[in-house]
Every structure is written in structure tokens, then in C-alpha cells.
């Protein structure tokens, strides 16, 4: 197992390269690569998890974090941009990816890990696809705090008892839909709230990369005929009984238990709420990465969730931050953190005790797969808001999707038109 101790010659580098970079508008760094690091998170829920890290960090680095969890968004995300305009920018925080991320590294309140990922993805810790979400300009910035992989569970039980087996290609999943409905099973999960957007994620990034980028760029519009003509497919698996009943207020978890449906597109955090709906992994349910759409695609997508760590550029503790953001790349933070949470690594070197993640992060990392953005923050906010709801509306009442597709566009439109 590699040091994790952080390499001299980057720690001398980074310690220089921050001494002359701070500026006004915050505190001088105090260049302190030990100690206690300030922390401020939207997950305070996690605060335990955060809190057990400790112990690892102190042996490795030694530096433990006090961390300060907020619980409602609005307030932490004021807090944040408030305190970026004080001598109290924090040492280490939590902020989200995509267009947010982007628009706070655009106005330099984010520290710059470029060297970082080098050396992360020279020791083999971390993808190259995963640097992408982290790069702007040709620089990278924050390091992920977590990833969750979107992929298909499914209840062990339902399989066996229809002579089912792991879909290779989407003809093979899509002819499992076709059984399971033959046998008055239903074959997915859905909802019409908050996470609509599954399912038109995975059939437009499974059909080309590209179109799927092309939303988040504007460069592609929701009216686009390869877009109409996937939400027309949607439309004919919804009529053909494929869904859920989406008003349904059921917990996801005791429904794919109880078998109101056989599958259920989810991050591979929701092992967590398997595991407490009384399901035991590898026993009761299991899960498998959906195939493309297209088969002629060279690799499979998978939508990651990732949550950045980030360190201020004007914070007293920049140093500190960066070092501990190094750490965190490392095989031994990833298996103490996976540990923690009980959830997939990103470091493919890291042990996961829950053999179906560990063998879930091995199968996303080989060359067969490729990662994208999750739609959530991949879109620029003012058109998620709006196709949420959209695909939520659509969702309930299976319909024509061009109307649907209309508002989302118009909002497109309103937002790209601010920015030419």
C-alpha cells in the first residue's frame, strides 16, 4: 500500500505557489500544512461520517477537521458566498459541481488543484473522465468529495423466479421489460418528483455522448428531433405499463423489497436504504451498469454524482486545505471514507467492504466505460428547475412531449440569450 503522506516536492511547490498567491478580499495564508482545518458542509447529516475520518487523517497528515454542517441549502450557500468577501473563507467546504462550481472559479474564490489530480491520476487514484468534471480552462479545481454511480437494482428474487439474467445490451433490458409486463410484474421504478430526470438522462447519454453534452451547452436544443424522438420512445414504454404508478408513496426501497416493481434506476448510495429496508446485498438485490442505447457506442456511459471539496483561494488556511484535499485522493482516505458512508470509492485502489460497490467501482474504471455528469448538475439551474418539473408533469401524465419539451426549450432559450 502507497504513503500516503503527501510528496515533498509538491507540498514545497504548493506551499510557495500559495504564500505568493494570497490576496485581498480574505486572510493571508498561514502556510500551516498541520492542524485543525475549519470545514463547512451542506451535508450535515454526514457530520458523523466526516467526524470518523479523523482518527485516519490525524495518523496520515495529522490534521482533523471541525466540521460545521448546514441542513438548509439556501443558508449554507449564502454563508459560503458571504464569507469569500471576509477574512473567515473557509479552510475546506462542500459545493456542487457543473454550472455552480464553474461560476465561482470563473470569479477566482476557488483554489486551483491542478497538481493534485496530476499525481492522483499518475498514481492511478482517480480517472481521467472524473478530472474533466473538475476542469476549467485546462486547470482543475476541488477534488470529489464522494461518487455515486448511476446504475439499475434490481430484486433477486423477481429475476430468478422469471429465469432472468443481467442485461448485456439495451435489446436484452428492453426484452426483460417485455417479460416482467407479460407476468404482470412492473418492470421500473419512477416518480413524478424530484427525480424525474433518470430515465431521460440514461436513454440520451446511452445514445450519444455528445447530444446529452450538447443540452448542457445549449448546443443542442430539447426540440431537436433526436431528443422528440427519444421522449417518443419514453412515451411508448410508459403506455406499455414499463412504470411505476409515480404518485405512489411508498419508500423506493421497501417497494423494490415488496415487488411493486422489479428495478429501480438509483445512485449507488442507495445500497444504504436497501440495506435498512431489511434487504441484504448480493442476497435480495443486486445491480448491473445499463447498457447503451446505442450499440454502436465504443464505451458505456455512466451518470456520476459528484460532490466537490473545495478550498478558498483568499482562506488563512489554503495550505492546510490543499494538503488535506491531497490526502483525501489517497487509497487509505478513500477506504476510511468508504467505510464511513458505505458507499462506492472513486480511488479504484481503495477497499470498499461491500464487495457488489467494490466490484461496481473496478467495472466503471475499466475501458469499456466512460463517466458523464448527472443531468442534475450538468444543467445550469434556471432550466433544471423548469424540465424537473416538466419531466415530472410528463411523467404523471404520459402525453405528446413536444409540449413539454417546449416550456424546457423556452427557458433554454431565455438562459443561453443572457449569456451570448
Known sequence: MRSPKIPLGITAALTTALLLASCGGGADDDGATTGT?????????????????????????????????????????????????????????TWQTGPSLEEIVDEGLVAETTDIWTEAVDQGWVSEDLRETYTFDGEQYCVP???????????????????????????????IAEQLTDADITPYYQTSTLFTFQWFQQMVAGTDPELYNGLATGEVKYTDPEIVEIMDTWLEQQEAGWFSDAGST???????????????????????????????SGEDYDMFVIP?????????????????????????????????????????????????????????????????????????????????????????????????????????????????????????????????
Not at 423466479?161 to 433490458?173: D, F, H, K
Not at 454524482?305 to 483525501?328: D, F, I, R
Not at 467495472?363 to 445550469?380: I, K
Open 37 to 93: 482545518l475549519d470545514f463547512f458542509t451542506n451535508k450535515a447529516a454526514w457530520e458523523p461520517d466526516f467526524d470518523e475520518l479523523n482518527s485516519q487523517s490525524e495518523s496520515d497528515v495529522d490534521i482533523s477537521l471541525d466540521t460545521t454542517g448546514y441542513s438548509d441549502a439556501d443558508q449554507y450557500d449564502a454563508f459560503i458566498r458571504q464569507s469569500f468577501r471576509t477574512d473567515k473563507s473557509p479552510g475546506l467546504f
Open 145 to 175: 468529495m464522494n461518487v455515486a454511480y448511476w446504475v439499475m437494482y434490481y430484486n433477486k428474487a423477481i429475476f430468478e423466479e422469471q429465469g432472468i439474467s443481467e442485461p448485456t445490451t439495451w435489446a436484452e433490458l428492453d426484452a
Open 250 to 280: 411508498v419508500d423506493p426501497a421497501v417497494g423494490l423489497k415488496q415487488g411493486d416493481y422489479a428495478m429501480i434506476n438509483f445512485g449507488s448510495f442507495f445500497n444504504g436504504s436497501l440495506d435498512g429496508a431489511g434487504m441484504v
Open 292 to 420: 447503451a442505447t446505442n450499440p454502436d457506442l465504443e464505451q458505456t456511459p455512466v451518470a456520476v454524482e459528484s460532490g466537490p471539496l473545495c478550498v478558498a483561494e483568499n482562506s488563512s488556511q489554503k495550505t492546510l486545505g490543499l494538503t488535506y484535499s491531497e490526502w483525501w485522493m489517497s487509497p487509505e482516505a478513500q477506504t476510511a471514507w468508504s467505510e464511513a458512508r458505505g458507499d462506492v470509492a472513486f480511488n479504484p485502489e481503495a477497499t470498499v467492504a461491500d464487495p457488489m460497490l467494490e466490484e461496481l467501482g473496478s467495472t466503471v474504471a475499466d475501458d469499456d466505460h466512460v463517466v458523464y455528469d448527472r443531468y442534475y448538475e450538468a444543467t445550469p439551474t434556471p432550466i433544471l428547475t423548469v424540465a424537473l418539473e416538466q419531466f415530472g408533469a410528463f411523467i404523471a401524465n404520459p402525453s405528446d412531449p413536444m409540449p413539454y419539451l417546449e416550456t424546457i426549450q423556452a427557458e433554454a432559450d431565455s438562459y443561453w440569450a443572457d449569456r451570448e
